[in-house]
């Protein structure tokens, strides 16, 4: 039996107790893929919320305070100055020419607030006692490093951190950055950059509205953990136009670049994205639950056992889950995969 090494099972080995990520969504945080800096309009599956438990949350937050977020701008015509700014701020950050953000306040409070309000909970109920911080939604290397600094200086200062794993982009890291984080690995703290590479075909990421190209991630991710920070890829399966083989060449590639760990999804169409029009035209269709498992046995045959695997499904618990259905309940889709890995002798 060959025993995949688990998110659980690793945390168990490397701090001897069981550890959980807590997922954090912070206003002001976009994407330059959203915010017109690469692209407009982002990849063509995107919307952030239906992968995001802390952005659910925030939203609601906001829309009890009466707030306005980042979100907005894209999504409606109400607008403040302060918001507008930072995104200004964001959008100018690749070329670091401007340092201030009124709103950095109101992220070091909602950073604040959701950790207590996850680790509360997971310490109440389950008795978890470390925890890892999650900055989850967007792009959260996409802002002044000034922010950067604040923001990731505060989560693993909060109690009973023991690291901090960060969602981005493979165009959103620079040296400079990567310098920063090394400092909180010599001091001992677990660093993880989760980079969205979804495909190794370009034709792919053209079409999905991605905004970068494959060049320079294989040093992008041997500068990263050149520093002791660990890489964690996510792939996506089921792409537009892509065969169980070239989901596994994509697997294969990233797996040559180096790797820590990985996340692979099956695609799923939500409501109000440029997938769900071409869904609805006919132009796309979704990866079955069948080839999905084709694919997700085929990768964890090849995933050598030192490779964290911290998840190989997805799903949208809710009305604006478009298709495919199998997407709609996890603990389905985790049980199928489950029974057919077992079958192939792998444990996960
Ligand atoms: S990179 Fe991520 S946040 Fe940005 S548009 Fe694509 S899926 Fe959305």
Redesign the pocket.
């Known amino acids: 039996m060959k025993i995949m090494l688990t998110v659980g099972r690793y945390f168990k080995q490397r701090f001897g107790e069981k550890v959980r990520k807590i997922p954090i969504s912070l206003s002001g945080f976009t994407?330059?893929?959203?915010d017109g800096s690469v692209a407009k309009g982002?990849?063509i599956?995107?919307k952030?919320e239906t992968f995001s438990p802390s952005l659910v949350m925030k939203k609601k937050q906001d829309l009890d305070n009466k707030a306005t977020t980042i979100n907005s701008i894209h999504k409606g015509p109400q607008q403040i100055d302060s918001v507008h700014k930072v995104k200004d701020i964001m959008r100018l950050k690749m070329n670091f020419s401007l340092t201030e953000n009124p709103l950095l306040p109101t992220q070091l409070r909602e950073l604040e607030e959701q950790f207590y309000y996850h680790a509360n909970f997971h310490k109440n109920k389950y008795g978890i006692k470390k925890y890892m911080v999650y900055f989850q939604?967007?792009?959260n290397t996409y802002a002044p490093f000034d922010t950067l600094k604040a923001l990731y200086t505060k989560a693993l200062k909060l109690p009973d951190v023991v690291g901090m794993s960060i969602g981005t982009?493979v165009d959103c890291v620079d040296s400079k950055l990567l310098d920063f984080l090394e400092q909180f690995v010599k001091d001992g703290k677990e660093i993880w950059l989760e980079y969205?590479i979804q495909s190794i075909y370009e034709e792919t990421l053209k079409l999905t509205?991605?905004?970068h190209t494959m060049e320079g991630v294989e040093s992008l991710f041997q500068e990263t953990r050149k520093r002791g920070i660990k890489v964690c890829a996510h792939l996506i399966y089921g792409l537009p136009n892509e065969s169980v083989d070239m989901m596994i060449h994509s697997l294969e590639t990233i797996l040559s670049y180096g790797i820590d760990s990985l996340k692979i999804h099956p695609l799923y169409v939500v409501e109000g994205t440029a997938l769900a029009r071409m869904y609805k035209k006919g132009e796309y269709k979704p990866i079955t639950l069948e080839e999905y498992g084709e694919a997700t046995v085929r990768s964890l045959k090849i995933i050598p056992p030192n490779i964290v695997v911290q998840r190989v499904s997805a799903g949208a618990h809710d009305e604006s889950l478009i298709a495919p259905q199998w997407c709609f309940d996890k603990n389905i889709q985790m049980r199928y995969l489950r029974d057919r890995l077992k079958k192939e002798g792998i444990d996960y």
């Open positions: 994407c330059p893929n959203i982002g990849c599956y995107c952030n939604s967007f792009t982009r969205g509205n991605r905004g």
